[in-house]
């Protein structure tokens, strides 16, 4: 099968360019060498390619940053997913498309998760703009799935994990805090291409779920994190109205994968188990790379 990996730089897209390779022909340009929001540009990189599949991992995904940069979010985040939706019906190929957790409000009551078929109701211009980019896939798209999740993490890109060894290699000894009321299932980027590796293997069109089984607090998260890694920081919970943000977050970032499960087709693992096999792979090389980065 031949694949058009977009965004294959980044958290996601590195983990499936690696994981996908071995069985596909894996066709993954950098972003000088083509500009997504460029309709001209994605038409002749589709009539080019002739792929079987399109997958869109590229995304502007500061989510503080979207509130001020209107332009770049609709041009990333929108307009991008809309050329190659479209240009997936003209060339007749499939295309897979990561969305976030950030479409809820995040007001149901935790521990009650969000299915595919919840109404999406975001609280920040991210938020709003994967919806978007969701609609635009659907409208123009024959033949998508579009993935749904959330906390990922993963060797290639600057993630929750990353962030949090720095300041604890930076001030060992200084308290860190993190918020204890947003709640969701921390995601390794290797096992969710491993469930697109899966999801290639169907026919399956729509809104999928794929995030880790269970769920935790961003301050567990953190506790799990350093319990593993022997570090002796303390961590603090604090609350998220405690750190004033340009974008509101929401509190519930549950997602259940009820379609993968009721199609058979669920792969992912519990976040812990995942988490301490990340951790025990890449656990001195995160920690060296800190130290470096303090």
């Known amino acids: 099968m031949k694949i058009l990996l977009l965004g294959s730089s980044g958290l996601l897209g590195s983990d499936c360019r690696d994981v996908l390779k071995d069985e596909h022909q894996v066709i993954a340009p950098s972003r000088s060498e083509l500009d997504i929001i460029s309709w001209d540009a994605a038409i002749d990189s589709l009539h080019k390619i002739s792929p079987n599949v399109i997958i869109n991992c590229a995304a502007y995904t500061d989510v503080n940053g979207c509130e001020k940069d209107d332009y770049r979010i609709k041009k990333v985040n929108i307009e991008g997913p809309r050329n190659f ?29 969000y299915f595919e078929d919840d109404p999406v109701e975001p609280v920040s211009a991210y938020g709003r703009c994967k919806v978007e980019s969701e609609v635009a896939v659907k409208e123009n798209a024959p033949s998508y799935i579009i993935i749904r999740t959330g906390w990922l993490y993963g060797k290639n890109g600057n993630d929750f994990i990353d962030a949090l060894l720095v300041k604890a290699m930076k001030s060992p000894r200084k308290t860190i805090k993190v918020v204890d009321d947003q709640v969701g299932s921390p995601t390794w980027s290797y096992r969710l291409a491993l469930q697109i590796k899966t ?40 609350k998220l109205s405690d750190f004033p943000q340009q974008a509101k977050r929401p509190h519930n970032c549950i997602l259940e994968n009820r379609l993968l499960k009721t199609l058979g087709y669920n792969i992912m693992a519990d976040w812990k188990e995942d988490v301490n096999e990340y951790l025990e792979k890449y656990g001195k090389d995160l920690i060296k790379e800190a130290k470096a980065n303090k």
Request: with cysteine.
């Open 85 to 113: 939706a479209q240009g997936s019906a003209r060339y007749n190929c499939r295309m897979i498309h990561i969305s976030s957790d950030y479409v809820f409000s995040g007001q149901k009551g935790i521990p009650q998760p």
């Open 199 to 238: 999801l290639l293997k169907t026919d399956l069109k729509g809104t999928f779920h794929a995030t880790s089984e269970g769920y935790c607090s961003r301050y567990e998260f953190a506790q799990h994190v350093f319990e593993q890694l022997n570090i002796k920081t303390p961590i603090k919970p604090c």
